[in-house]
């Protein structure tokens, strides 16, 4: 099946500071999602990047679908951005087909 | 706002008790929806896949008796984790995709303890 790989596993950083976080997928994909899970479970859905660039606020992402990889910026950062960050893909022709997780990035924001 | 809602937040329960975790789809139709399964420290892990008004397609090492999924309505699928054990103890999530194109909405995920 597809591997999802993302770096760094762990990442700490003082308030203020930007960070850079990436996830290299093995095959072709159909979708690719950026999320956030809070302290008590929540996925937060950042991102749905197939391919391209978006952004929101201090976060952005950008999708290169023919290298195989996405990166999720994040600038300013916050203490609430603390949490684990997962890129997911999705296989398949059409949306409805299931995700893939990698094993996430734990970001701590230090004060 | 959520367009995917999950049910009961957390569970806390003995040893061989069957627990019913819900998860709706709140504006639109799901003919199929997804349930993970992730430990702690962990990352998620597709335990099957529900497909309304068929059986569930399970991921391999799963056990379908012991994890029963029913998707009687288009918004509605339901996982219940029979007989469960201090094992079984996890986080649950749902998913399901609004549109055929487009991203996967979460519920918020069930904590299941099992004493």
């Known amino acids: ?111 | 706002g959520a367009v995917v809602s999950q049910h009961p937040s957390r569970v806390i329960c003995k040893s061989g008790t069957s627990v019913k975790i819900e998860c709706r789809s709140l504006d639109f139709q799901a003919t199929t929806m997804f349930w993970y399964r992730q430990f702690p420290k962990k990352s998620l892990m597709l335990m099957a896949t529900s497909n309304e008004g068929s059986k569930a397609t399970y991921e391999q090492g799963v056990e379908k008796d012991k994890f029963l999924i029913n998707h009687a309505s288009l918004t509605l699928s339901t996982l219940t984790v029979t007989s469960a054990h201090p094992e079984d103890s996890s986080f649950y999530i749902c998913s399901a995709p609004r549109t055929t194109l487009g991203p996967q909405h979460f519920g918020d995920g069930t904590r299941l303890s099992i004493l």
């Open chain 1, 1 to 111: 099946g597809i591997q999802v790989e993302q770096s760094p596993p762990d990442l700490i950083l003082q308030e203020g500071a930007n960070s850079t976080l990436r996830c290299n997928f093995s095959d072709s994909v159909n979708n690719l999602q950026w999320f956030h899970q809070n302290p008590w479970g929540q996925l937060i859905n950042l991102f749905y990047i197939p391919s391209g660039t978006k952004q929101n606020g201090r976060l952005s992402a950008t999708t290169v679908a023919t290298e195989r990889y996405s990166l999720l910026y994040i600038s300013s950062s916050q203490t609430t951005d603390s949490g684990v960050y997962f890129c997911a893909v999705e296989l398949g022709e059409t949306s409805g087909s299931r995700l893939t997780f990698g094993e996430g990035t734990q970001l701590t924001v230090n004060p």
